[in-house]
């Protein structure tokens, strides 16, 4: 089974700045799309980002368009969440996850078709 640990989640105020790490060891995540969720305390599950494998397709909720990016760094068997512009709303425990190949333009932001989760890293907003 895959094992995802991610890390980077600190507390910092609006408009600061994380990244995010997702690492996985005994594998390559290159074979893997990559999925980063979060949840705020009493909320479901949201999906922010995915990245897909060979073609590198990312996707974003609208929530976090022009301030998240996602990317892998194949060297380091990594995918990074940059987080700009940070905002209240934005505070919840961030989880990284697996699924095949591609991400899916009108699935990526399902968590049920990822198949392997982190632990989380809390991230915190707030003035």
């Known amino acids: 089974q895959v094992q995802l640990v991610e890390s980077g989640g600190d507390f910092v105020q609006p408009g600061g700045s994380l990244r995010l790490s997702c690492a996985a060891s005994?594998?390559?995540?290159?074979?893997?799309?990559i999925g980063w969720f979060r949840q705020a305390p009493g909320k479901g599950r949201e999906g922010v980002t995915c990245?897909?494998?060979?073609?590198?397709?990312?996707y974003y909720a609208d929530s976090v368009k022009g301030r998240f990016t996602i990317s892998r760094d194949k060297a380091k068997n990594t995918v990074f969440l940059q987080m700009h512009d940070l905002r209240p709303e934005d505070t919840a425990v961030y989880y990284c996850?697996?699924?095949?190949?591609?991400?899916?333009?009108?699935?990526?932001?399902?968590?049920?078709?990822?198949?392997?989760w982190g632990q989380g890293t809390q991230v915190t907003v707030s003035s």
């Open positions: 005994g594998y390559s995540l290159d074979n893997y799309a």
């Open positions: 990245i897909s494998t060979t073609a590198g397709t990312t």
């Open positions: 996850a697996t699924k095949g190949p591609k991400c899916g333009e009108s699935s990526w932001f399902r968590s049920s078709l990822f198949s392997s």
